[in-house]
């Protein structure tokens, strides 16, 4: 007792005693903000002291997350997941600041420098923007996703327990999203038509549900096919294989032509791995069939047009439809879109628009030829509809280049952990890793949707992942033996 009075104790006590008199008074008066300091200082102890475990339930909550309009800002926000990340990403910076722990070998890193280049003119641009609310905003969210799922998404994932619980706890709710509209789904019969309704509210149409779809399929076939090779349990693998059927079922009713093609992409990459073709090669056919595509695009275009079949419930023929640019309204727009942001970049082809500023600025820049039905003179429909045109018209050549760079250092290095890792775990680990992302980077072809929290946090978490495994895959082999 005598200890508990010491004056070591004594100014806690007082602290504590002031507290409870002053919040009695408060709640006698119906003021209850005082009793929130409690919750306050566990939440602020959480986020610094066990920041990991706020990044794993980020990756539970996304698929499952919502979009909430602020009327006053004109905006929307994904609830609960962006409040958390702005948070989260606060308190990781200052974490950093109050430490100095800063991972030098995570910061030189080749992936690394090119998404921080990518960032750096990303801000240069917002400060030249058009729209510069509406580029710091796109600055913003563009930090806290690279920050979160990246950075510190690399230390966490440093551990293969936290790397397959984070895959596993978005798989899981995932499922949940994909089981819930295709019962939707099924109350109109499975029909095209309503493909894009009933994926409401967790996702904001049919196109963003099959492209995150897809990239969590090689994960769960690849589990299921290798338990072993994963340091699974018979428990997991059948998760696994169910997860893989439903995401599959997901997948073919989402009537998304571009995932079903991003899947095909990603068998194909498959096929090229396994036969051991070297980077180099494929970034000469890459480069030769661009050239050739962007040379011989009017003669291209008069053999699409010929393609009669459109989007319908039929899958034969909603599939056939990919070809034909003379009919499909969605095809048309699209293509609309792209030849606006190719406008627009011939206009401000250094510094662009500004990020996310392209629904703002493009309706002058289209054609009356190229219109469709879903056109408006207002262009305020959406987006540039792919990963690549999108920055080029918002940020100008760099801003592409610098998107395009960080894609071949992706799979430059995805290429070489598969080649000569001799430790099949993480063989095959990197293996699925890039198999997502190459899902997800053919599809942005078609779209982008990395301004959303779905497509952002597992695909800078996957990059990350695939940066561990060419820094510490021997750290990460050993941790996993002792455990």
Same mark, same amino acid.
């Not at 119906?30 to 990756?59: D, G």
């Not at 420098?113 to 058009?130: H, K, P, R």
């Not at 990197?430 to 695909?459: C, E, R």
């Not at 978490?461 to 941790?479: A, N, W």
């Given at each position: 007792?005598?200890?508990?009075?010491?004056?070591?104790?004594?100014?806690?006590?007082?602290?504590?005693?002031?507290?409870?008199?002053?919040?009695?008074?408060?709640?006698? @008066?119906?003021?209850?903000?005082?009793?929130?300091?409690?919750?306050?200082?566990?939440?602020? =102890?959480?986020?610094?002291?066990?920041?990991?475990?706020?990044?794993?339930?980020?990756?539970?909550?996304?698929?499952?997350?919502?979009?909430?309009?602020?009327? *006053?800002? !004109?905006?929307a926000i994904s609830i609960p997941t962006e409040p958390i990340l702005m948070a989260l990403t606060v308190f990781y910076i200052?974490?950093?600041?109050?430490?100095?722990?800063?991972?030098?070998?995570?910061?030189?890193?080749? &992936?690394?420098?090119?998404?921080?280049?990518?960032?750096?003119?990303?801000?240069?641009?917002?400060?030249?923007?058009?729209?510069?609310?509406?580029?710091?905003?796109?600055?913003?969210?563009?930090?806290?996703?690279?920050?979160?799922?990246?950075?510190?998404?690399?230390?966490?994932?440093?551990?293969?327990? =936290?790397?397959?619980?984070?895959?596993?706890?978005?798989?899981?709710?995932?499922?949940?999203?994909?089981?819930?509209?295709?019962?939707?789904?099924?109350?109109?019969?499975?029909?095209? !038509?309503?493909?894009?309704?009933?994926?409401?509210?967790?996702?904001? !149409?049919?196109? &963003?549900?099959?492209?995150?779809?897809?990239?969590?399929?090689?994960?769960?076939?690849?589990?299921?096919?290798?338990?072993?090779?994963?340091?699974?349990?018979?428990?997991?693998?059948?998760?696994?294989?169910?997860?893989?059927?439903?995401?599959?079922?997901?997948?073919?009713?989402?009537?998304? *032509?571009?995932?079903?093609?991003?899947?095909?992409?990603?068998?194909?990459?498959?096929?090229?791995?396994?036969?051991?073709?070297?980077?180099?090669?494929?970034?000469? &056919?890459?480069?030769?069939?661009?050239?050739?595509?962007?040379?011989?695009?009017?003669?291209?275009?008069? *053999?699409?047009?010929?393609?009669?079949?459109?989007?319908?419930?039929?899958?034969?023929?909603?599939?056939?439809?990919?070809?034909?640019?003379?009919?499909?309204?969605?095809?048309?727009? *699209?293509?609309?879109?792209?030849?606006?942001?190719?406008?627009?970049?011939?206009?401000?082809?250094?510094?662009?628009?500004?990020?996310?500023?392209?629904m703002f600025k493009y309706a002058p820049y289209q054609l009356d030829r190229e219109k469709t039905a879903i056109s408006t003179?207002?262009?305020?429909?959406?987006?540039?509809?792919?990963?690549?045109?999108?920055?080029?018209?918002?940020?100008?050549?760099?801003?592409?280049?610098?998107?395009?760079?960080?894609?071949?250092? &992706?799979?430059? =290095?995805?290429?070489?952990?598969?080649?000569?890792?001799?430790?099949?775990?993480?063989?095959?680990?990197?293996?699925?890793?890039?198999?997502?992302?190459?899902?997800?980077?053919?599809?942005?072809?078609?779209?982008?949707?990395? @301004?959303? !929290?779905?497509?952002?946090?597992?695909?800078?978490?996957?990059?990350?992942?695939?940066?561990?495994?060419?820094?510490?895959?021997?750290?990460?082999?050993?941790?996993?033996?002792?455990?």
């Open positions: 007792m005598e200890n508990f009075f010491s004056r070591k104790n004594l100014v806690p006590a007082i602290i504590l005693l002031v507290f409870i008199i002053a919040n009695s008074l408060l709640l006698i @008066h119906e003021l209850f903000w005082l009793a929130l300091i409690p919750v306050a200082a566990i939440v602020i =102890y959480i986020f610094f002291v066990t920041p990991n475990w706020i990044l794993l339930l980020l990756s539970l909550l996304t698929p499952l997350s919502f979009s909430y309009n602020i009327e *006053r800002f !004109d905006s200052l974490k950093l600041l109050v430490e100095g722990n800063i991972n030098k070998k995570l910061l030189y890193h080749p &992936i690394s420098i090119a998404i921080l280049f990518n960032l750096f003119w990303i801000m240069i641009t917002s400060i030249s923007s058009s729209i510069p609310l509406v580029s710091l905003k796109f600055l913003t969210a563009r930090i806290w996703y690279v920050a979160i799922f990246y950075f510190m998404g690399v230390e966490l994932f440093k551990e293969y327990k =936290y790397l397959k619980l984070f895959i596993w706890l978005f798989s899981i709710t995932l499922v949940v999203a994909v089981i819930y509209t295709l019962i939707r789904h099924s109350q109109h019969f499975f029909t095209q !038509d309503w493909a894009n309704k009933v994926t409401y509210p967790f996702f904001k !149409d049919h196109t &963003i549900y099959g492209a995150i779809i897809a990239l969590f399929i090689p994960f769960m076939i690849g589990f299921f096919i290798a338990p072993k090779t994963f340091k699974l349990s018979s428990f997991e693998r059948i998760f696994a294989g169910v997860f893989a059927l439903i995401l599959i079922l997901g997948l073919i009713f989402s009537f998304t *032509r571009a995932a079903w093609v991003s899947i095909m992409v990603s068998f194909v990459f498959m096929l090229v791995l396994f036969m051991r073709i070297k980077f180099s090669y494929l970034l000469i &056919i890459a480069v030769l069939a661009t050239g050739f595509v962007v040379t011989y695009w009017s003669t291209i275009q008069m *053999r699409l047009v010929k393609t009669e079949s459109v989007s319908s419930t039929d899958i034969k023929d909603h599939f056939e439809s990919i070809s034909n640019i003379s009919t499909d309204v969605s095809n048309t727009e *699209r293509i609309n879109r792209w030849m606006s942001a190719i406008r627009m970049f011939q206009e401000r082809p250094f510094l662009g628009w500004g990020p996310g500023t392209f003179n207002f262009g305020t429909l959406g987006n540039a509809h792919s990963e690549y045109l999108g920055p080029l018209s918002e940020s100008g050549l760099l801003g592409m280049l610098s998107f395009l760079v960080l894609v071949i250092l &992706i799979i430059a =290095y995805g290429m070489k952990i598969f080649y000569h890792s001799e430790n099949k775990q993480i063989k095959y680990l990197s293996l699925l890793i890039l198999l997502s992302l190459i899902t997800y980077l053919s599809h942005g072809i078609m779209n982008n949707f990395l @301004h959303t !929290d779905k497509a952002s946090v597992p695909f800078w978490s996957f990059i990350g992942m695939l940066t561990v495994l060419d820094l510490y895959r021997i750290k990460i082999i050993q941790e996993d033996e002792k455990n």
